[in-house]
């Protein structure tokens, strides 16, 4: 059964210190998503790669916030510096999006997520 | 600027009944919609999904109706079970259109199935 694996679980951390959130798409899939969930604005997309190519990254603080993927194993979503308002539960996705409709007939699967608190 | 609503945030229905999430759409290039659950402290996992050329989507106890004119979408569920206790996203996308594959999402629904 494969699984997208995001590291760590959890995260506690002060403000203004630098998160670093992983995340293992699954071997394959050419999409990964990542996105953020809050009480206030649900699930909201941040950043988003196709073939490690990041295509949209307008739901991203620019100053705080950088996504990339070194490489197909391994997405990345730094916080620097961290703030309380970034408190959240962020979760990447992966799939076939560029497969069309086909893709979609199967969706994105998500990892756990990562919940992170900033004190 | 929700371009997709779920205006109950809660539902509850007794087992072996059928529960009925709803779900509107504001973006007219949407052409792709899907549905996803979500327990707590794990990520959402997808359900189903339906593509704007169809009008009902089935997979077992699941179905889901679009409703292009009116911007509408639903998700039946039955019989509802205990374990179908849990957050229902409906996400949509404009995949086809010269769009993008990135999905947005409706605030959810809590669904209680009770014994």
């Known amino acids: 059964d494969a699984r997208v694996t995001q590291t760590p679980r959890d995260k506690v951390t002060e403000m203004g210190q630098e998160v670093t959130m992983r995340c293992q798409p699954i071997l394959g899939h050419n999409t990964v998503f990542w996105y953020r969930q809050t009480m206030m604005q649900g699930l909201e997309l941040l950043a988003y790669f196709r073939n490690r190519a990041p295509l949209d990254d307008s739901g991203m603080p620019k100053d705080r916030f950088s996504a990339e993927m070194p490489d197909a194993t391994l997405a990345t979503l730094k916080i620097q510096p961290s703030e309380p308002r970034d408190s959240a539960v962020y979760f990447c996705?992966?799939?076939?999006?560029?497969?069309?409709?086909?893709?979609?007939?199967?969706?994105?699967?998500f990892g756990s997520g990562t919940r992170l608190t900033v004190v | 600027d929700q371009q997709v609503k779920q205006n109950s945030p809660s539902l509850s229905v007794q087992e072996g009944r059928i529960s009925i999430l709803n779900c509107d759409y504001t973006n007219s290039m949407f052409d792709y919609f899907l549905w996803y659950k979500k327990y707590p402290a794990e990520g959402p996992t997808f359900l189903i999904s339906?593509?704007?050329?169809?009008d009902k989507n089935e997979d077992g106890r699941f179905t889901v109706f679009l409703n292009k004119s009116a911007k509408h979408l639903s998700l039946h569920i039955v019989p509802s079970q205990p374990g179908d206790s849990a957050v229902y996203f409906c996400?949509?996308?404009?995949?086809?259109?010269?769009?993008?594959?990135?999905?947005?999402f409706g605030k959810g629904t809590k669904l209680t199935v009770n014994p």
């Open positions: 996400a949509a996308s404009s995949i086809t259109q010269g769009g993008s594959e990135k999905l947005v």
């Open positions: 339906i593509s704007s050329i169809k």
């Open positions: 996705a992966s799939g076939l999006g560029h497969q069309g409709r086909r893709g979609m007939d199967y969706g994105y699967t």
